[in-house]
């Protein structure tokens, strides 16, 4: 069983930055990991993805250059560092497992998911 909890979320003005980081439990060092993120009255969507090994990253066209996901396999750790935060950013964060790559499915192809952590951005 895996489980994943965020932590990082919060309130920050317009152009300020955050850094999520989730934890995982588990035989996680073999899974894909993403972080989505879900505002009101919106779909979930993809905003960053990782391979397990760290050496691939894939982001949504609205926060490339602003945002970064790593991964420290040792810790059990995966990161997302956001700056240059803007209010359409204002959202839940929800960390994401797959067992194996990523396809092209978006939420539908995620094996589990974190409860998510609340992302303010003020203008």
């Known amino acids: 069983q895996v489980q994943l909890v965020e932590s990082g979320g919060g309130l920050v003005q317009a152009g300020g930055s955050l850094r999520l980081s989730c934890a995982t439990s588990g035989r996680t060092f073999m899974y894909a990991m993403g972080w989505f993120r879900q505002a009101p009255g919106k779909e979930r969507e993809s905003v960053a993805r990782i391979t397990w090994s760290g050496t691939s990253t894939f982001y949504a066209d609205s926060v490339k250059g602003r945002f970064t996901t790593s991964r420290d396999n040792a810790k059990n750790t995966v990161y997302l560092q956001m700056n240059n935060l803007k209010p359409e950013d204002t959202a839940v964060y929800y960390c994401?497992?797959?067992?194996?790559?990523?396809?092209?499915?978006?939420?539908?192809?995620?094996?589990?998911w974190g409860p998510g952590t609340q992302v303010t951005v003020s203008s």
């Open positions: 994401a497992a797959r067992r194996g790559n990523w396809g092209t499915r978006g939420p539908a192809e995620v094996d589990y």
